[in-house]
């Protein structure tokens, strides 16, 4: 019996050892385990994006070259077209890739492109109204920034100039970096010295920046404390640690200095804007001036009344509110003219600047061409008061912006300019009764060849002559067009140089047709412009393209020859060039028509 029960005993004490020597074993084994684990680099897995200094991989995804890349890049002031792209990077690829196969999956029409229309600056009596080509091809942070900004980005691009105290802002980058990995260094015992050089350089950097706003502020030996600095955040990127305070600290950096460049870009471009639609001091003084002289003097008030309308001779319309800008038109046209005697210039303009406009003209003398001002105030019929402004409005420009598939990506994406007449356009057969045939010229070109072959061309059945641009067409902006019918395959035109049939104009009631369809489209932006491509649907003559060069108001990239080749340079764009925003490259074509020793120019500096 009591062998029997000592033997009941032994055997559960035993195994209850046994027990214990297998867990000992397996926590042995298990310490031996994660250290391995640890140095394979396992454990970047678990952890939130952040900074490593050897990554493992190297797909897109990585947030390891993420954070990485994001350091190196960092800087105060780019544009948040080129972070948001920088950001969704790897997202973009993925989409592009899903559509690609998603495109190769599926056979049949293809989804067509989206398209923007917006209107760039409306040029009425208080203002003045970019084809991307710029030096070289255009990168794609440029095309989204246009696709946004429009000319400005194109202008900005050109117009950039060197970063000013480079060396405070590259202290304040890495001031910023320095501190982001500071807290992460400093919770490792091992790495004393480091997080002591780290502190002090901290420290020192913050000294320099608090006596110092720019570059000539800094002290001689500021070169040296950058690069101990920058050795010390190397070593700093070398140390393995937990990188989700340095990932949360430039995350934060990173939303900051996207905000800032979002705020500074869209303020300069609203700067732009303004600029581009104010009229500069010097331009209206010499307006002001030119109102008062015309009730001091009344010598000049010998006008022709007879030619005015006089079918037989060459009828030049202009729309305009600026001095200046008319007076280059009339003045290029005439002196690339074979016989001014039969020139006839109309100028009309608004009540503001009608007798600016007249005296300058009665007092200036274009060979022996006419000028007759005309104020289109008193035209504008009362019955058009819901759907016509009450002012003049010069022709509409508008940029065009086509959407690839997968907007996100520049590279499917475009941007075309064009400009279209406006309401007051419509407003010419009721002021020209006796007038068949007129040819209008808007107040941003230059004419560098003679016109009066224009006088002579057969355009059959149709209503105007004008260049036509086929890169953009009535089907890729149907969605602006509503309900209203039209052949999707119709190129949209320009304005510019047209010459127009105001006979068959009267016949086929053109008139009429645009404001009925001003009042179905009227809630649509740009509704003038849309209204006026449908009006002049299968009635437009095409001109040869060498007749008009256009995009000298926005186009960097015009060759000399083909601007020498053309016979009429038009501006249309935002840069006019009687702006100091105008390309200076093409302002000398404009200039050279205008005359220097002009007392009124002189007195008001009118020195574009």
Known sequence: ???????????????????????????VVLSMLVPLVFLLGLHN???????????????????????????????????????????????????????????????GTPVPPQVVLQPLSKRNISGDGGKAGMKGGINEGLRLCELQYGSYCIWHEENREDMKDSMVKKLKDQLFVARAYYPSVAKIPAQNMLTRDLRQNIQELERVLSESTTDADLPPEIQKKSERMEATIAKSKSVTMDCHNVDKKLRQIFDLTEDEANFHMKQSAFLYQLAVQTMPKSQHCLSMRLTVEYFRDDSFDQELPVKYSDPTLQHYVIFSTNVIAS??????????????????????????????????????????AVVEVLNIDPFIPDYYDKTTPSHLNLPTEFRVSFHGINNASAMHSRTQYISIFSHSHYLLPEIFKNL???????????????????????????????????????????????????????????????????????????????WKLVKEVSKKEGSAALASLLTFQDLIYALDNDWVLSGLGHDYGLSTQSIKKAAVLHYNGNMKPWLELGIPKYKVYWIKFLNPENQFLNECNVNP
Request: glycine residues 10%; positive net charge; proline residues 2%.
């Open 1 to 27: 019996m009591k062998g029997g029960g000592g033997g009941g005993g032994v055997g559960p004490g035993k195994r209850r050892w046994r027990f214990l020597a297998v867990g000992v074993l397996f926590l």
């Open 45 to 107: 897995g678990f952890h939130s994006a952040g900074f490593v200094p050897r990554p493992h991989t190297t797909t897109s995804g990585d947030r390891s070259n993420h954070v990485d890349n994001l350091v190196r890049k960092l800087g105060p002031t780019l544009p948040k077209d080129i972070l948001k792209h920088y950001v969704n990077e790897a997202k973009n690829e993925t989409s592009s890739a899903n559509a690609t196969r998603k495109s190769q999956k599926k056979k």
């Open 327 to 368: 007076t280059v038109v009339i003045n290029s046209t005439v002196m690339h003219a074979r016989d001014s005697m039969n020139q006839v210039f109309h100028v009309l303009t608004n009540g503001q600047n009608y007798y600016a406009m007249k005296h300058w003209f009665l007092g200036n003398t274009f060979k022996d």
């Open 436 to 514: 068949e045939k007129v040819v209008v010229l808007d107040d941003d070109i230059v004419v560098q060849q003679d016109l009066s072959t224009l006088w002579s061309l057969n355009m059959g059945q149709k209503v105007m002559g004008a260049i036509q641009i086929c890169s953009v067409r009535l089907g890729q902006v149907r969605s602006y067009l509503g309900e209203s019918s039209f052949h999707k395959n119709s190129c949209t035109w320009m304005s510019g140089l047209n010459v127009i049939d105001l006979a068959r104009w009267r016949k086929l009631g053109i008139s009429e047709t645009y």
